[in-house]
């Protein structure tokens, strides 16, 4: 079971990221969505914030195409933000 405490620390590592860009755009996510994921999607999203902040900006902005691995996240980061 994962503990609170897991799911606090990637919010704050989601919205400290070092680029103001992806501290928006996956510090919102997090603290709107990470509450509702399971234990799985709580390990590949802790996994996906090792990746580089620029590799994540151009994922999530269609630069780069992403590893097959995060395309249902980085789908579920871009939808949570055209429904704000």
């Not at 070092?18 to 390990?43: I, M, V, W, Y």
Request: hydrophobic share 40%.
């Amino acid at each position: 079971m994962i503990s609170p405490r897991f799911k606090e620390k990637l919010k704050f590592q989601a919205g400290h990221r070092g680029t103001k860009e992806n501290d928006l755009l996956l510090g919102t996510f997090a603290e709107a969505r990470l509450s509702h994921f399971s234990e799985p999607q709580l390990e590949l999203f802790e996994q996906f914030l090792n990746e580089s902040d620029l590799d994540i900006f151009g994922w999530i902005v269609h630069k780069v195409k992403p590893p097959i691995l995060y395309q249902e996240l980085i789908g579920d980061i871009i939808n949570y933000h055209e429904q704000r």
